[in-house]
């Protein structure tokens, strides 16, 4: 391969496609889904492409496009196929690249496609060529085929879950690939392992060992003379596709080296299988909101975390909802609870128009999953709107039943941070039931209490009951009795 040297500005374009999407979702992504950022705004997506960068001497940035969707469930073909072919017009006409900064997910389904992330980045790789570089920003959470990998040059992934670290991974894969180029050291080894173990992120935080010691171990394989980077993905455990499952990858000038510690990292993530834990308490949604009724902690959080749509569910179960006006403390007001946000868009009309204050009777939830199980079917609430809203561009309407406020938008909105509540404040409330897994920093550290729910959806943590079965077997934790150790040899790509 042709070097790539300094003494002139690298041109590197950025851009790239990111979702992750359950296969266990009825919901369909369309290119609405998405929003997709070009030119200037592209650029200023990233700290580190103005002028005032240490890079900036060395690199003529060029925005490509980027599309980024909600998780939620897989993409239609023909929205794929439009991203990708402006993804890869974009490229040609660009000119000769000297590298790309590939801004992904990792997860991402599409309807007809067995490896959605290899195909796309195939049909990249022949856009800019074999002498372009192309260094790709991962979530952990993601699937790495060697079908995918090997059209990729370096590649890395977030070291933190919940995923504090996002935008320095991206950063991390801008420098190293720029490092590259202006040195001329040209394209380096990648040892590409996988490992026969699916979990769920809500599994593998690394706020819990063996997570936090696995991943806080990469900097030090990084640092090693002759590596370049050490990534570690757990896999997306609500795709049902033969490349979900585990992966390592080291990237380094020093091939044996690179071989051996992705085989070490490999084969402690294999033997730490049955040590990651959920990153909380669980247990059934009566048992969690009994449990959360009964402390004296307040606010006190559970997750509904099967219909999270921050990992590709619905979100427009009424599961949650129901259970929580079962519950006689909560139907009578001696407790209260706040439960955002049920997708449900002529629910949330119907709200607008009565107007603040007015007494409604509404078939909540079920739009999308209606069908797919007893825990998808509506349910009818009766209580009053108490609030009206728009939340970063999503009318919301809060409908008071009893002592339960269920909160209704009219798109899949996750609740992440106290200002996503809007007027609806969370620490006002003996109970929040928030749609999600692990709780982010914000409700984290409001959280007193806190309980994951173990409930049905698209995103279920219950995998051996959503019924995978393209996964190539054996695969943890489908098989474990009688399950052979993997040799676990990494290869190089």
Request: aromatic fraction near 6%.
């Amino acid at each position: 391969m042709e070097k790539h040297g300094a003494g002139r500005a690298q041109r590197v374009g950025i851009g790239g496609m990111a979702i992750e999407s359950s296969g266990f979702c009825p919901h369909r992504t369309s290119y609405e889904d998405f929003r997709v950022t070009r030119g200037a705004d592209l650029l200023g997506r990233y700290a580190w492409t103005g002028p005032a960068d240490p890079m900036a001497a060395d690199v003529e940035w060029v925005p490509l496009v980027h599309a980024v969707a909600l998780p939620g469930g897989p993409v239609e073909l023909e929205t794929f196929g439009r991203i990708r072919d402006e993804l890869v017009g974009r490229i040609r006409e660009a000119g000769p690249l000297d590298g790309i900064v590939y801004d992904i997910h990792g997860a991402m389904s599409v309807f007809g496609l067995t490896d959605a992330e290899a195909e796309l980045t195939a049909a990249v790789r022949e856009a800019a060529g074999p002498d372009t570089l192309i260094s790709a920003a991962m979530d952990p959470h993601g699937n790495v085929s060697h079908e995918f990998a090997r059209h990729l040059d370096l590649l890395t992934a977030h070291r933190l879950a919940p995923h504090e670290d996002a935008w320095e991974t991206r950063e991390r894969a801008a420098r190293n690939l720029v490092d590259r180029l202006t040195s001329g050291a040209g394209r380096p080894h990648r040892a590409w392992v996988q490992v026969p173990v699916l979990l769920p992120g809500e599994k593998t935080s690394t706020r819990l060992e063996p997570a936090k010691s696995l991943y806080g171990s990469l900097a030090s394989v990084e640092a090693l003379e002759g590596i370049t980077d050490a990534a570690v993905w757990v896999g997306y455990a609500w795709a049902d596709e033969p490349r979900c499952r585990a992966a390592v990858v080291v990237t380094g000038d020093d091939a044996e080296l690179a071989l051996a510690q992705a085989a070490m990292l490999a084969r402690r993530y294999w033997e730490a299988r049955h040590d990651f834990t959920f990153v909380g308490p669980t247990g059934q949604l009566d048992e969690c909101v009994a449990k959360a009724v009964a402390a004296t902690a307040r606010p006190f959080l559970i997750s509904d975390s099967g219909d999270n749509p921050t990992a590709g569910g619905a979100g427009d179960l009424a599961y949650a909802l129901s259970r929580l006006l079962a519950h006689e403390d909560l139907a009578s007001g001696r407790a209260t609870a706040l439960h955002p946000g049920i997708t449900d868009p002529a629910a949330v009309d119907a709200c607008f128009a009565a107007g603040r204050g007015a007494r409604v009777t509404l078939r909540v939830g079920g739009r999308v999953s209606a069908g797919t199980g007893p825990h998808a079917e509506p349910y009818e609430l009766t209580g009053e709107v108490v609030s009206l809203q728009v939340l970063d561009g999503c009318r919301a309407a809060g409908v008071r039943r009893g002592g339960v406020t269920a909160v209704l938008t009219e798109r899949r909105k996750p609740f992440h941070t106290l200002a996503d509540f809007g007027e609806l404040d969370p620490r006002a409330y003996d109970l929040v039931v928030v749609k999600l897994g692990y709780l982010e920093p914000e409700l984290y550290e409001m959280a007193a209490g806190w309980l994951l729910a173990l409930t049905p959806g698209g995103v279920d943590q219950d995998l051996p009951r959503l019924g995978h079965h393209r996964v190539i077997r054996p695969l943890y934790p489908f098989d474990d009795a009688d399950f052979t150790d993997p040799e676990l040899v990494p290869v190089l790509l």
